[in-house]
């Protein structure tokens, strides 16, 4: 199974609609994030969490907001979806620790396909 | 200047030839450098990272000069399933969580 894992894997919406992407992770570590990925522009933070009370904005982060419910799950939403919003969305975890704290990894979900119309 | 810049590709290069590419960074502080792969449609993965006295894994050889700023990423005897996207990342340059930035890629394409 997965160690993260993200749903739903593709979506298309309406300009207008609310949408959650969830994610949700078992590898126990802390830390996740949320990015985005358009063509040509590389991998945008958007979010970040290093623990349940802690949320952190991001590069890119106006038009999204998050939850961190758990350790395990770290949820987006776009409140009012709008086309220039359509673009893969990955969420990632990382735990400094597990490496010494300097050569962390980053380890990504298989990413959501978002379509705004 | 941008962060990390990365030569966007595509590389286009025969099976079995050697082929090299850099990242280059605008932060002389930065502390921890990466590279990752990520295959079309899929999410990135760590492919190695970047040590100050560089590094081998295999086919792939990973080189930081601190002094130019970039680092370096060499594939030996390249085989088909190499093609992908290789990702620069570095730590230490001040955007996003934990200081991590991510390069746009360099598309790579070996071909038969």
């Known amino acids: 199974d997965a160690d993260v894992t993200q749903t739903p894997r593709n979506r298309i919406t309406k300009t207008g609609k609310r949408i959650m992407l969830e994610c949700s992770q078992t590898?126990?570590?802390?830390?996740m994030y949320w990015y985005r990925q358009d063509p040509g522009l590389g991998l945008r933070l958007i979010y970040y969490?290093?623990?349940?009370?802690?949320?952190n904005k991001g590069e890119i982060s106006d038009g999204y907001s998050v939850s961190r419910q758990a350790q395990a799950k770290f949820s987006l939403s776009l409140e009012s979806a709008i086309p220039n919003q359509t673009a893969l969305y990955f969420c990632?975890?990382?735990?400094?620790?597990?490496?010494?704290?300097?050569?962390?990894?980053?380890?990504f979900g298989p990413g959501t396909r978002l379509t705004v119309l | 200047r941008k962060e990390v810049e990365q030569d966007p590709g595509p590389f286009n290069v025969p099976e079995g030839a050697t082929v090299a590419f850099n990242c280059t960074y605008s932060?002389?502080?930065?502390?921890?450098f990466f590279w990752y792969r990520q295959d079309c449609r899929k999410e990135p993965k760590l492919l190695m990272s970047v040590y100050s006295s560089g590094n081998e894994d295999g086919r792939f050889t990973a080189q930081l000069n601190r002094a130019s700023q970039y680092i370096s990423l060499l594939i030996r005897d390249s085989k088909l399933s190499d093609s992908a996207t290789y990702l620069c990342v570095v730590k230490g340059s001040g955007g996003g969580a934990d200081g991590l930035t991510f390069g746009k890629g360099t598309h790579l394409i070996i071909q038969p």
């Open positions: 932060n002389s502080a930065s502390q921890s």
């Open positions: 990632a975890t990382s735990d400094p620790a597990v490496a010494g704290g300097l050569y962390d990894e980053q380890f």
């Open positions: 590898k126990g570590h802390d830390r």
């Open positions: 969490s290093f623990d349940v009370k802690d949320i």
